[in-house]
C-alpha cells in the first residue's frame, strides 16, 4: 500500500503564494503518477496537476497553468504544489492522489490512493 499525508495549507489573499506538500511512503515503486486535485464545496473533485513519478514530468489543467507549479523530491519523496497569483476561484480542499495505473493522468476515479486534503482559502 502507499500512504498520502498532505500538509501546508491556508488562508491567502488573492495574489499570493501557498505551497502544498504531499508526503508519500510505503510501496512507492508501484506508482506510475501522482497528482494534485480539489474540490470545491457542492462540487465534483477536479484535476489540477500531474506528476509522472518516474521520469517527474508535469502536467497542467489551463485554469493553473504558468500559475501553479508540480514538483518532486526524489530523496524526499515527496510532491509539491507551488501555488502562486492565487485567485478567490482556487478555493478548494486539495487533495494529492496516487496510481499504479497508466493513462490519462486527469482521471480522478483512476488514483487509488488519496491524503486526507488540505483547506486552501483565497480571499479577494
Do not use: H
Not at 23 to 43: C, D, E, H, N, Y
Amino acid at each position: 500500500q502507499v500512504q498520502l499525508v498532505e500538509s501546508g495549507g491556508g488562508l491567502v489573499q488573492a495574489g499570493g503564494s501557498l505551497r502544498l506538500s504531499c508526503a508519500v511512503s510505503g510501496r512507492t515503486l508501484t506508482i506510475t503518477t501522482m497528482g494534485w486535485f480539489r474540490q470545491a464545496p457542492g462540487k465534483e473533485r477536479e484535476s489540477v496537476a500531474g506528476i509522472n513519478w518516474w521520469t517527474n514530468s508535469p502536467s497542467y489543467v489551463d485554469s493553473v497553468k504558468g500559475r501553479f507549479t508540480i514538483s518532486r523530491d526524489n530523496a524526499k519523496n515527496t510532491v509539491y504544489l507551488q501555488m502562486n497569483s492565487l485567485k478567490p476561484e482556487d478555493t478548494a480542499v486539495y487533495y494529492c492522489g496516487g496510481r499504479r495505473t497508466g493513462g490519462i493522468w486527469t482521471t480522478v476515479g483512476e488514483y487509488e490512493y488519496w491524503g486526507q486534503g488540505t483547506q486552501v482559502t483565497v480571499t479577494p
